[in-house]
């Protein structure tokens, strides 16, 4: 069983920076792809970004170039490196793993973490 945990969440300044992590049981299958994701209060899980078993990573819009993804494979481990993050990135951030290429879909993730709080606030 796949069980995802993700830590590193806490309260940053407008234009700080945070680096999420998550740590995985197990896999899903060789290969696969982890991912991350966000909610806001009253808002849809929204995609933030996705990373391939080789190391292929994408990014939704609003994070772009200011986000950066890597994993580590020997550890089962992914992370989300936060640049000059804004109030508009406090959300609850999710780690999702499944078989295969993912997706931006939060539909196509069968394996999530609790998440873990992120909040930017002066």
Known sequence: QVQPVESGGGLVQPGG???LSCG???RPSDPDTMAWFRQAPG???EFVAAISWTGAAYYGDSVKGRFTTSRDNTK????LQMNSL???D???YYCAATSGGGTRSKYEYDYWGQGTQVTVSS
């Open 17 to 19: 920076s945070l680096r």
């Open 24 to 26: 995985a049981s197990g």
């Open 43 to 45: 808002k849809e899980r």
């Open 76 to 79: 089962n481990a992914l992370f």
């Open 86 to 88: 804004k109030p508009d």
């Open 90 to 92: 406090t959300a609850v």
